[in-house]
């Protein structure tokens, strides 16, 4: 009777221990599902980025690129008018808003270095940048300053705003017949809400008044 009694009460406390005791396995499968659910939050976080397509952080609103013939030795300059009637051309690189931020000579001085080689830069491009929102007109003309080919030059024009989103608001080519010549490549009006109307090519003179 004795080994019976002592018999049930060991079974008993076996079987309290397994229910009330911590099983290996078990830990395991839940550590296993709680890592699983962090990275199901994780890959959702990267699958949905903030949207900023098309975003881009420059110091400007606006940007007019002037751009001709590759290894062109010919020079061509860019001469822009404000709304307040302020011109920013190689000269006057820079007014209230306007600034030029590069004059292209030709070839003139153009190289640049890649990995510790000087070479030519054959891009013949110039630069300039409306630093903030002035409502009114832009005027912006081209003047062939100087030429090594004695040939009409094609000069492609972009005035893109940049900001909140990168738009181009006018793309054209206008060719330049000889040295001297200034032709009004476009003419603008930055309105109020920042967008761009009145887009026409009426010209202007801007460089022998």
């Known amino acids: 009777m004795t080994i019976n009694v002592n018999k049930g009460t060991t079974g008993h406390g076996y ?6 005791g911590s099983d290996p396995f078990t830990d395991l499968l839940f550590n296993v599902l ?4 962090l990275l199901f939050f994780i890959s959702i976080i990267f699958l949905n980025p903030e949207d900023d ?3 881009i952080d420059v110091d400007a609103e606006y ?8 290894y062109s030795a010919d020079d061509i300059d860019t001469w822009v008018e404000d709304p307040k009637g302020q011109v920013a051309f190689y000269k006057k690189r820079e007014t209230d808003i306007l600034h030029l931020d590069r004059d292209d ?4 001085n153009d190289r640049i270095v890649v990995e510790g080689k000087e070479i030519d830069n054959p891009l013949n491009q110039e630069v300039l940048a409306l ?33 909140p989103v990168y738009e181009v608001v006018y793309y054209g080519t206008t060719t330049l017949e000889e040295k001297g010549s200034e032709q009004t490549a476009v003419r603008f ?18 460089v022998a008044r």
Request: overall charge positive; hydrophobic content about 40%.
């Open 34 to 37: 709680l890592g699983f659910i």
């Open 53 to 55: 397509a098309g975003k």
């Open 63 to 70: 940007v007019i690129t002037v751009t001709w013939e590759d």
């Open 105 to 108: 000579r030709g070839m003139l």
């Open 189 to 206: 009006t930055v309105l109020p809400d920042g967008s761009v109307g009145n887009v026409n090519r009426l010209p202007k003179k801007l």
């Open 15 to 20: 079987r309290s221990k397994r229910i009330a």
């Open 131 to 163: 630093r903030g929102m002035m409502p009114g007109e832009y005027t912006v003309n081209l003047h062939y300053y100087d030429t090594v080919s004695f040939n009409a030059v094609p000069v492609a024009v972009k005035v893109a705003k940049v900001n």
